[in-house]
Structure formats: structure tokens, C-alpha cells
Antibody, heavy 120, light 107 residues
């Protein structure tokens, strides 16, 4: 069955960096567009970034543009999010999610999430 | 950016009730609209895609309708496991945006 598992979250100081990973299994990872979506404690869902199956098309939310970088390694069935210049407002559970079907931009599979806390 | 506004923000209902949640987009999204259910401490679950298509494995008591700017999610007969928070999401253009959520509580 489809499985997505995030890792790499933790406590980091403002201005610091963190790299999140998402390990995918149970489907042909290279066929799917993928996204990162986050949820601040007690708040709603915020889409963060998207990468196409080829890796050639990438989008970011304005709130993270220039600070976060999404990437993928199809050989390792893995999705990544490099987060630099972290701010307190980046504190959230970060989910990786799979596009329902090619460029549908809705999400049929999600990981359990990894918590990122930005605090001094 | 397309703003998504859900109403109500919260609703109390009883098992067996029919409940409708609405979602309005600040500009047209055709039928590129999805609905999710989220329970505390869990990842969201896709319920409805393309405004009215039921995701595989989702009970038929869930239904979606609408196009353009106005959409609805209806639960025909509430079950105990349906008490959760529901989000709409436009899949029409970047940035992808979600509604603020509707919390469905037990009366």
C-alpha cells in the first residue's frame, strides 16, 4: 500500500536550517507530482511547495520563496525540503503529500507529518 | 491568490443529522476543488475531488457539489466517526490554497 513517511523535524533556532525527508513506498514514486504542506499548531493547512514528476517544474508559497528548496531523488524514492533562514512562523507539522493524479493538484496520500519547532 | 472561505467555522450536530458545509472561492476555480477530513493528530484524508467525485473507499454518505466559486460538502447521515475538521482546497492555480476549516462537533 502507499506509504509516505517524513523525517528530519526537530527544534532549531531562528535563522537556522533543517532538511526534511519523505520516504515513499508502495507506488512508482517517479510517476507522481509531490508537495509539502504544513500546519502550524492549532491552525489550518498551508501548502508550501510542489515538484513535478520530472523535477523540472517547481512552485513555492510566497511565505517560503527564497528560503526553502524542494527536491526529489527518484532512485531513492525520496522527497526533500531544505529549509534555510527559519523563522518562528515556520513552526508547524510538515506533511509530504502525493498528487491524486498527474497535475491534479489535490492530494490522495499523506505522511503522518514531522514537527518543526523554530525557537530560541 | 485565490482565497477560500468556508462556512460555518464550526457546527454542532447529532448522529443521523444531515450536515452541509460551504466553501466559496474569491475567483472561479471551475471544478478544481477538493474536500478533506482531518481528525486530531492525524493527516488529512481526501474525501472529494473535482468538486463532486468521491474518492475511493470514502462512504457514499459524503457528497460534493458546485462549480465556479461556490461549493458544498454534504454528509447525509452523520456517523460518530465523522466528527472532525473539514477543509476545502482549490486545485485550479498556484499557490494552492485551503479554506480555514470547519469543525464538526457532537451536539
Amino acid at each position: 500500500q502507499v506509504q509516505l513517511v517524513e523525517s528530519g523535524g526537530g527544534l532549531v533556532k531562528p535563522g537556522g536550517s533543517l532538511r526534511l525527508s519523505c520516504a515513499a513506498s508502495g507506488f512508482t514514486f517517479s510517476d507522481y507530482y509531490m508537495s509539502w504542506i504544513r500546519q502550524a499548531p492549532g491552525k489550518g493547512l498551508e501548502w508550501v511547495s510542489y515538484i513535478s514528476s520530472s523535477g523540472r517544474t517547481i512552485h513555492y508559497a510566497d511565505s517560503v520563496k527564497g528560503r526553502f528548496t524542494i527536491s526529489r531523488d527518484d532512485a531513492k524514492n525520496s522527497l526533500y525540503l531544505q529549509m534555510n533562514s527559519l523563522r518562528a512562523e515556520d513552526t508547524a507539522v510538515y506533511y509530504c503529500a502525493r498528487d491524486h493524479y498527474s497535475s491534479s493538484y489535490d492530494f490522495d496520500s499523506w505522511g503522518p507529518g514531522t514537527l518543526v519547532t523554530v525557537s530560541s | 491568490d485565490i482565497q477560500m472561505t468556508q462556512s460555518p467555522s464550526s457546527v454542532s450536530a447529532s448522529v443521523g443529522d444531515r450536515v452541509t458545509i460551504t466553501c466559496r472561492a474569491s475567483q472561479g476555480t471551475s471544478s478544481w476543488l477538493a474536500w478533506y477530513q482531518q481528525k486530531p493528530g492525524k493527516a488529512p484524508k481526501l474525501l472529494i475531488y473535482a468538486a463532486s467525485s468521491l474518492q475511493s473507499g470514502v462512504p457514499s454518505r459524503f457528497s460534493g457539489s458546485g462549480s465556479g466559486t461556490d461549493f458544498t460538502l454534504t454528509i447525509s447521515s452523520l456517523q460518530p466517526e465523522d466528527f472532525a475538521t473539514y477543509y476545502c482546497q482549490q486545485a485550479y492555480s498556484f499557490p494552492i490554497t485551503f479554506g480555514q476549516g470547519t469543525r464538526l462537533e457532537i451536539k
